[in-house]
C-alpha cells in the first residue's frame, strides 16, 4: 500500500502552516496504524524536504499514550511489525477519492447504490 498518495500529498499542509490552530480542532488529513499493534499517527501536516523525505507531523500513539510530534514517511515506511507487514493507510479516514482502495473495494453500481439507500431508508 502507497501509504502518502500524491493526492494527500496535493492537500497536506505545509509543515507549521496550522501553528495557530488549537490542536483539538486541527483537522486529520491521514492515518496511518500498526496492523498488528495500537500504533497510529494522525497526520495534519507534512513538507517534502529538499532531500526528498517527507518529514510529517501530527498526533503519534506508540502505545503509551498520544502526543504530537513529528515522523518520516521513511520511518513509516521502514517498520516491520510482524508476519511480512507494514505500516498502513486508514481508508476510512479522510475523504474517499484519497484512497484508491476504498473506491475499488466499496464501488456501487449505480443500481446497487440506489437499492441499498432504499434499504436504509426502509
Known sequence: MQLLTDEIKSILPPLYSTESTPCDDKEIIVKFFNPLGSQTWEIVEGSEEPDGEWLLF????????????????????????????????DIMVGDSSLHPEWKAQYSFSEKEAREFAEDMEA
Do not use: A, M, T
Open 58 to 89: 501530527g498526533k503519534c500513539d506508540l502505545g503509551y499514550g498520544p502526543e504530537w510530534g513529528y515522523v518520516s514517511l521513511n520511518e513509516l515506511k521502514s517498520l516491520d511489525v510482524g508476519f511480512g507487514l507494514g505500516i498502513e493507510r
